[in-house]
């Protein structure tokens, strides 16, 4: 009797060694608190009947496959703790909240937030419970120790957690956890973000969903987008019909997804800044759209609509260079009036295909519109996007003489520096200049000779004593001699 008692402790004990523990909600992107990684927290839940004690336990990360000790507490059954990076930052956040300093003051090197992974260890060095959310780098450490999701739990925007949906469920799936709108340390699970499916034509269509989180599938457009991590997307042909996507998930052309997200605007750029990307097969990309210029170049009233899809413009002149430097990489095409400029955002190092002979050779150029510093272009996704000499014969289609004008610059208001347009009608001696409220001159941007076309020069937003100007409303003048042209500039720092 004695020993059978005996071996009921045993087993006993064992149990309450072994009782289960939930990494419950991570908040890894917080807002404000100071440094981000000082205000990070993570959130443990026991949902057994038993205490359990976490003296000897460790946290792995992304990188680390050892793991780092917990400190030494026991958490009761049914309770919550909230482990904090830094207990004097997380109050900043949530003061009223109880909460334990992590003894490093930081979860490894700061918790990643576009991706990374937790994994607690027990004392016997046993796996307690992981997760891991955003797209996995499978050369991590911990990845190849242990193993994940692939794709992660949900990426959550920023100032929200992920938790567990519903509070404290556990079915190893990525599926379990939620975008947490309103995050709840040391309390039960709430506020999930409800993502509603959409077409990617609703979204664009109208711009009443800005802000909202939604659901869409459609069809990697292209992947060549350097400005940031993401891709194109699209459900079908035609206007109204693509989407720029938010994501540092790695896509094919071709590939089916599925993504949830929020709907932004991004320098007057919609985007679908997604929060997970499932990659659900491989289908046909939609078919291309041929455009005419004046369909999408920018001040058309259509050109937002090809916001996002794949176009294809038809023959025209390779006709500016003024946008090609080491920093911009761009040019432009034109037909008689109409002028469009050939993104190079696809490729950090520069133009990445034969450079046509500008002002003689003619091309059709193949890509996805996008805009940036207030102008429509067209980005090609790889050389074959661009041909020059289509019809194998030197050519210089029919144009127009070139116009004085002066473009709204970029950005407005201007904080760091701004960025002029213009076009001159003939060569000559030109002067762009700035000017105070009291009809001051400022600054001398450029003066000096300079030829007929389009043209375009950045501004430090320095005046004549290379000083910086202070905030306020300016005026910037463009002159040829003969014709002027003024606009208002507002400098807010």
Partial sequence: MKRTLFA??????????????????VQYDPIG????????????????????????????????SIGEPFPSTVLAA????VLAAVVDSFHLNFPAVPAMQWPDSSFGAGL???????????????????????????????????????????????????????????????SDWADMASPTPGASNGGAVVYTPHTIYEIQNGGGLTDSAVSVVGIVTSKNYVDFDGFMLAEASGPWHGIV??????????????????????NGLTELSASQVTV???????AITNVTLADVKTGSPTAESYEGTLVRIPKALACDTTWMSPTYGEWAVCIGPDTLRIDNSSNPNGIYYAKPNFGVDSVIVTGVMTYSYNHFKLMPRDSGDVLINPTGVTGQPT???????????????????????????????????????????????????????????????????????PNGVYFYNLTDGSRSSTRRLLILK
């Fill in 245 to 266: 996507v938010y994501s540092n998930t790695n896509v094919v052309v071709g590939d089916s997804v599925a993504i949830t997200g929020t709907v932004t605007e991004y």
């Fill in 280 to 286: 659900l097969g491989t289908g046909t990309v939609p």
């Fill in 399 to 469: 144009i127009t003489k070139p116009a004085f004008s002066l473009m709204p610059c970029s950005p407005n208001p201007a904080s760091r520096d701004a960025r002029f347009s213009f076009s001159l009608a003939r060569e000559g001696k030109m002067e762009l200049s700035v000017f105070n409220m009291l009809g001051q001159k400022v600054a001398t941007v450029y003066s000096g000779q300079m030829a007929a076309g389009q043209h375009s020069i950045n501004w430090d937003l320095k005046g004549q004593k290379d000083q910086p100007l």
């Fill in 8 to 25: 009921w402790v045993l087993l006993l004990a064992a149990v309450t060694v072994h009782a289960q523990v939930l990494i419950n909600e």
């Fill in 78 to 81: 049914g309770e919550y703790l």
């Fill in 112 to 174: 990643a937030n576009g991706a990374d992974m937790l994994i607690i260890l027990n004392a016997a060095d046993s796996v307690i419970d992981q997760m891991n959310w955003g797209t996995p780098t499978l050369t991590w450490a911990s990845w190849i120790k242990f193993g994940g999701w692939n794709p992660g739990a949900i990426d959550a925007a920023a100032g929200h957690s992920i938790g567990r949906s519903p509070n404290g469920f556990d079915s190893n799936q990525s």
């Fill in 33 to 64: 608190g100071g440094t981000d990684t000082k205000t990070e927290w993570i959130e443990l839940y026991n949902p057994t009947g038993d205490d359990v004690d976490l003296s000897g336990w460790l946290l792995c990360d992304n990188t680390d």
